[in-house]
């Protein structure tokens, strides 16, 4: 069964490091997303991306934010400046036309 | 502020019982309707969908949308301990049809006792 990939699976940083957090979304699918979650909080909406650019973006996804898509398989989240704050689980998930999302097994980002 | 709202239990029935697990959201504009699981540590999981009024069978789950009274709900019949997780209710709004932006609830934990 297809399913999204995600790299790495934990990554240890420190503050003021650059992170990229890599995904290669399921094949056929048309629409790509990062949403992350706190420990023992919500899963939060990030960003959401079709068509080689961003179709919506939360408040949480500042200028220290930003999506990619290098090629026609990877799905990159870049966060610039980490902060303690940023430490959290963020899960890419794509979705074949915009409705059921699928997501990957995440990525762990701590941030010291 | 859109909000999707759960009880986040726990949920206890015994194994063979009926889980009835529960969401109330804020945006009467809402169109479709998630129910995802998650295992401590892993990530969501898509069980079901829903997108009109009544209820929607798959399996052992059945899903059900009250637009009128914004209310979702998932039954779980013959619960197993593998069903054991917590439950995440998961809406996208008016003007997010198209964009696949999901609000989720805190979730609902279900412990399904042998």
């Known amino acids: 069964e297809p399913e999204v990939t995600q790299t790495p699976s934990h990554q240890v940083t420190q503050m003021g490091q650059e992170v990229i957090l890599r995904c290669v979304p399921i094949?056929?699918?048309?629409?790509f997303y990062w949403y992350r979650q706190i420990l023992g909080q919500k899963v939060e909406f990030l960003v959401s991306?079709?068509?080689?650019?961003?179709?919506?973006k939360s408040e949480i996804f500042d200028d220290q934010f930003s999506v990619e898509r290098p090629d026609g398989s990877n799905f990159t989240l870049k966060i610039r400046s980490t902060k303690l704050e940023d430490s959290a689980m963020y899960f890419c998930?794509?979705?074949?036309?915009?409705?059921?999302?699928?997501f990957g097994e995440g990525s762990r980002l701590t941030v010291l | 502020q859109k909000e999707v709202e759960q009880n986040s239990g726990p949920l206890s029935v015994p194994e063979g019982a009926i889980a009835s697990l529960n969401c109330t959201y804020s945006?009467?504009?809402?169109?479709?309707f998630f129910w995802y699981r998650q295992y401590s540590g892993k990530s969501p999981e898509l069980i079901m969908s829903?997108?009109?009024?009544g209820d929607k069978e798959d399996g052992r789950f059945t899903a059900q949308l009250n637009k009128a009274s914004q209310y979702v709900s998932l039954l779980i019949r013959d619960s197993q301990p593998s069903d054991s997780a917590t439950y995440l209710c998961?809406?996208?709004?008016?003007?997010?049809?198209?964009?696949?932006?999901?609000?989720f609830g805190q979730g609902t934990t279900l412990q399904v006792k042998p």
């Open positions: 998930a794509s979705s074949q036309w915009g409705g059921e999302l699928f």
């Open positions: 998961a809406v996208n709004g008016e003007g997010s049809s198209n964009t696949g932006k999901l609000i």
């Open positions: 829903i997108y009109s009024n």
């Open positions: 991306f079709y068509n080689n650019e961003i179709s919506e």
């Open positions: 945006d009467r504009g809402s169109q479709s």
């Open positions: 094949s056929n699918h048309l629409y």
